[in-house]
C-alpha cells in the first residue's frame, strides 16, 4: 500500500529529473537502477580537503547548463569512502556525500558516490537505497515527477 506508515510514497520512472539544491544542481536527469545499491554521480576533478577539522570533498559536475562549458562546482561534507563494484565488474573506493534529493516535490537525504561515469548516458544513478520508503519504480515510463519543484 502506498503511502502507509513508511511505505513509498511516490511512482518514478526509470529516468527522472532530480534536483540536489545543496550542490547548487537545479535539475539533472537520473537513471534509476533497482540493482545497484547505491547512488552514483559523475564527477571530475574529485579533491578531498579539511575546512576546521570536518572534512569535504570539492568536485564538478555536468550539468549541460547554465555554467560556462556546462561544469558546475561543488563542495560537500565527506561522509565517508565506499567499496563499489563498477558496472564493468571491478571494485572501486569512492568518496561518498549525503545530500538532500528532490524529485518532483519530495526531498529527503540520500548517500551519493563520486565516480567517473564520462562513458554512461546518464550522468547520475539512482540506486535502491536511496529510493527505499520514498518510491516505487514503473520501470515502463519515464519522467514521471517531472522537473524538480524547489519552491
Known amino acids: ?13 526509470a529516468c527522472e529529473w532530480v534536483a540536489l539544491p545543496e550542490l547548487g544542481i537545479r535539475r539533472l536527469r537520473a537513471r534509476v537502477d533497482t540493482g545497484a545499491k547505491s547512488c552514483a554521480l559523475h564527477a571530475i576533478d574529485v579533491e578531498a580537503f579539511e575546512v576546521d577539522g570536518e572534512n569535504r570533498v570539492r568536485f564538478r559536475v555536468f550539468t549541460g547548463h547554465p555554467d560556462p562549458g556546462g561544469w558546475h562546482a561543488c563542495d560537500a561534507r565527506l561522509v565517508g569512502t565506499r567499496r563499489v563494484r563498477s558496472s564493468s565488474g571491478e571494485r572501486q573506493r569512492r568518496y561518498t556525500i549525503r545530500t538532500p534529493i528532490v524529485i518532483g516535490h ?7 558516490t563520486l565516480a567517473d561515469r564520462e562513458r ?8 535502491r537505497a536511496a529510493m ?4 516505487l519504480v514503473y520501470p515502463a515510463r519515464t519522467f514521471l515527477q517531472g522537473k524538480p519543484r524547489l519552491d
Do not use: C, K, N
Open 106 to 112: 519530495a526531498r529527503w537525504d540520500v548517500d551519493i
Open 120 to 127: 554512461m548516458r546518464y550522468r547520475m544513478l539512482l540506486g
Open 132 to 135: 527505499e520508503h520514498h518510491a
Open 1 to 13: 500500500m502506498i503511502g502507509h506508515d513508511d511505505s513509498p510514497t511516490m511512482i518514478i520512472g
